[in-house]
Every structure is written in structure tokens, then in C-alpha cells.
């Protein structure tokens, strides 16, 4: 509209001149309509540059906002910032290359949500020189975009933001279930089913859940004075934390000893026990740092001690019940680092039928790592209890919890992946 504006004056001004003049104003207009239509041009492909980079960084800061927001919600307090400048980075925009500069803030330095306690702010400056306005600012200058995310879970107010006992299974019913007196007195300690069966997490009997609990479907099943504390969320599918870990076990079989009674005391390295393991009767059983491959059995009871406490998993391998009861004292403690770390007892990945997992008969459980069964039904009844010290997580195919078993759990311990609601980041600025 400029360009049409200033052409229609330098056309009155020309037809306003005699006729003898009006020759060499042609040129003149002729000139000047050119020179204008240049710059107006030029003008144009600027903003058009200038747009596009603006949209490029508003990408960029997005994309940076969010993978520091998720890096943080998933528990990455260090490193946060670090994610976030390498999502800025892969879309071209990194820190102190080019005029570019990123910076990540957890809070918000600014803005709408400055201040405010898990929001994470991604804000992206360059220096733009574009080439027609360059020559009137050959300095160039400073864009800088941002953008705020956050992220939220499916914890609830007084959770840590994670469970402690998960049930695999989306659709059985009594996925998770406490019967006859079954209570998780910790509010930290959160249950999760997974399934979407209208009992799906079914407690009865006086069970009490004091933390918080998250289910697959929409309903679940409180009978006969069961109570649950926390809130409940529906419609939340929990990632199993130990998915992707696996064992290699066909190692050579071990010559060790696998099994004693009668007060005998034995000390064992890691190996392939291909006959299994079976003690009782005031047996000793100690164990050094590594991972058990145990095949056929594993049973200790008759007030036999287990000391695996250096850093042990022990992966049962095969769809055989364990026998862990009567006064059994089961001590152990995870690895903190490599291939099974968080992991404390390890059932298979896939099982043939419906294997039960029993832990009972007034065992005592000091454990620091999870008890892990994802194909098998895990049992704690009959008084079994858990130091109050200690941090187990309990996840299975199926979890049943029966007659006063107390689990009194904060899961926190070094090497544990936590049991995390999904994250969900939404950009809010």
C-alpha cells in the first residue's frame, strides 16, 4: 500500500509539470519507482527471514522446556538442564554458537509463572543482522524467545511420587488385593494396579492402604471396614521399571555346595546353582556380592538365615515356587549399579501356568531392592513383615497381601528404580 501511494504522487507531481519538462522526470520517476520497489522488497524477504527464524526458535525453546521438564520429573535433578540444551542444540540452536544463547531456569526467572516450584523455562536469544535492515542497523539485534513447561504425574499430595507395590497384570481381577488384617501403614508406600477390572485392586477385612494408589480402569473394591488414605487415580497404566532388564542364564552349572541343614553354616559366590538351593533347619547361608542363577528350588525355612547383603540379585530361574517360611530371616541387599541393579529376587520373564510366589509363616524380610516377579503371582501372608529400616518394592503379574502382614516401606535406596506414574509436560507458556 506504500509503494502504490508514493507512485500515485510521483504521478501527480510529473503530469503537474509543463510538457517539455515531463521527458526527464520519466526518468527520474522511473528511477525512484525502482529504487523504492528494491527496498520494499528487500524489506519483505527481511521479514520474511526474520519470521521464519522466530518460528524456528520458538521450536527450539519448546522442545528445550520440555526435555528439561521431563529430565526433572523423572527424578534427573542434576542433569535437567543438560537434556534441555541438547534438545535446543539438535534443532540448531546451541549455547554460545553463532550469537545463540539458551538458558534453562527451574523456576521461571520471569513471566507469568516466575517463581513457582516445578515449572522449568527454556528462553533462547540471537543476535539477527538480516540484509536490507542491516544497513540501517549493521549491528543487528537481540531476538530472544522462551517458553515455560511442567510436568505432572499421577502422584498425589503427601506422595513422594512413587509406589512401592505394583500389580502387572491389565485386565485380572485382584490384580492388587489385601485381605485379613494386610497393611502398608507408610503414606510414601503407593499402590498401583494396572488393571482395568472393576476390582482390579480389591482390599477387604480391615486391609489398610495409608499412601496413595493408582488403577488401570475406573473402579476398585473396598468390603468389611478396608480402607485406603490416599487419593485414588483412574485410569493410569504404571511402566513396569525393570522392563528391560535381563539375565543371562545359561552359564556353566556351579560346583558349590546348594544345600545344608542342622546349624551348617555356608559361604557362596555367584554362580549357576542348577540344582537349586535348599536349607533349613537353623542353616547359615551367606553370600557374596554378585548375581545367583538359581534353577529347579530355592527354599529356606525352619529359622535358616540368608546374608546377601554386599550387593546380591537373586534370579530364580524356572516356574518352581519358592519356600520361604517358618522364622526364615531373608537379609538382602540389591546391587547399586549394573545390569540388575534395584534388584533384589528376580523371577522369569515368562512362566508356563499359574506359579505363586509365597512369602509367610512369620519370615522377616529385611530387603533393599525389589522383589520382582513380573509373570508370577507374589504372595506376603501369615505375619510375614519387612524391616521398618528397609526399602523393598514388591511388583508382580499379581500381588496378594493376607493376615497381618505389615510392610512398613519407603522405597529410596541407591540403585532402586522407582516405581513413577507416567509423566505427562504440557507447555503453559
Request: net charge negative; proline share 4%; aromatic share 6%.
Amino acid at each position: 500500500m506504500m509503494t502504490h501511494a508514493l507512485l500515485a504522487r510521483l504521478r501527480r507531481l510529473l503530469f503537474a509539470l509543463p510538457l517539455r519538462d515531463r521527458q526527464g522526470s520519466v526518468l527520474v520517476l522511473t528511477a525512484l519507482s525502482a529504487s523504492a520497489l528494491v527496498a520494499f522488497c528487500g524489506l519483505g524477504m527481511d521479514v520474511a527471514v526474520l519470521y521464519a527464524e522466530r518460528q524456528a526458535m520458538q521450536n527450539a525453546a519448546d522442545a528445550a522446556a520440555v526435555g528439561a521438564a521431563h529430565a526433572y520429573a523423572g527424578g534427573d535433578s542434576a542433569n535437567y538442564a543438560a537434556e534441555g540444551l541438547s534438545n535446543a542444540g539438535q534443532l540448531g540452536y546451541v549455547n554460545g554458537a553463532g550469537g545463540v544463547g539458551v538458558a534453562i531456569a527451574l523456576p521461571p526467572s520471569q513471566g507469568a509463572f516466575a517463581g513457582q516450584s516445578g515449572y522449568v523455562e527454556a528462553r533462547i536469544s540471537k543476535v539477527m543482522t538480516p540484509t536490507f535492515m542491516g544497513l540501517l542497523m549493521p549491528s543487528g539485534w537481540t531476538v530472544t524467545l522462551h517458553a515455560v513447561a511442567v510436568a505432572t504425574t499421577s502422584a498425589q499430595p503427601g506422595q513422594t511420587g512413587s509406589y512401592c507395590v505394583l500389580g502387572l497384570s491389565g485386565t485380572a481381577a485382584d490384580t492388587v488385593q489385601l485381605d485379613n488384617n494386610a497393611v502398608l501403614p507408610n503414606s510414601n508406600c503407593g499402590i498401583a494396579s494396572n488393571s482395568t477390572n472393576a476390582s482390579g485392586l480389591a482390599l477387604s477385612n480391615n486391609a489398610v492402604i495409608a499412601g496413595s494408589a493408582a488403577i488401570g480402569g475406573t473402579a476398585y473394591s473396598l468390603k468389611n471396614n478396608a480402607v485406603i488414605d490416599g487419593a485414588v487415580t483412574t485410569g493410569v497404566t504404571t511402566p513396569d521399571p525393570y522392563a528391560n532388564v535381563s539375565v543371562d542364564t545359561s552359564g556353566a552349572c556351579t560346583g558349590q555346595t546348594a544345600s545344608g541343614k542342622n546349624n551348617v553354616t555356608v559361604n557362596l559366590t555367584p554362580g549357576h546353582f542348577c540344582s537349586g538351593l535348599n536349607f533349613s533347619n537353623n542353616a547359615v547361608v551367606n553370600m557374596a556380592a554378585g548375581v545367583y542363577v538359581i534353577d529347579r528350588q530355592f527354599s529356606f525355612s525352619n529359622n535358616v538365615v540368608l546374608n546377601a547383603t554386599g550387593g546380591v540379585t537373586l534370579v530364580l530361574n524356572g516356574n518352581y515356587a519358592v519356600n520361604i517360611g517358618n522364622n526364615a530371616e531373608i537379609n538382602i541387599t540389591a546391587p547399586t549399579a549394573g545390569a540388575t541393579s534395584g534388584i533384589a529376587i528376580m523371577g522369569p520373564r515368562e512362566s508356563c501356568g499359574a506359579t505363586r510366589q509365597v512369602f509367610s509363616n512369620n519370615a522377616v524380610f529385611n530387603i533393599q531392592g525389589a522383589v520382582y516377579f513380573p509373570s508370577q503371582e507374589v504372595d506376603f501372608e501369615n505375619n510375614a513383615t519387612s524391616d521398618s529400616n528397609g526399602c523393598v518394592q514388591i511388583i508382580g503379574k499379581t500381588v496378594y497381601f493376607s493376615n497381618n502382614v505389615t510392610l512398613p516401606t519407603s522405597c529410596s535406596g541407591d540403585g532402586i528404580s522407582p516405581i513413577t506414574p507416567p509423566i505427562n509436560i504440557k507447555l503453559v507458556q
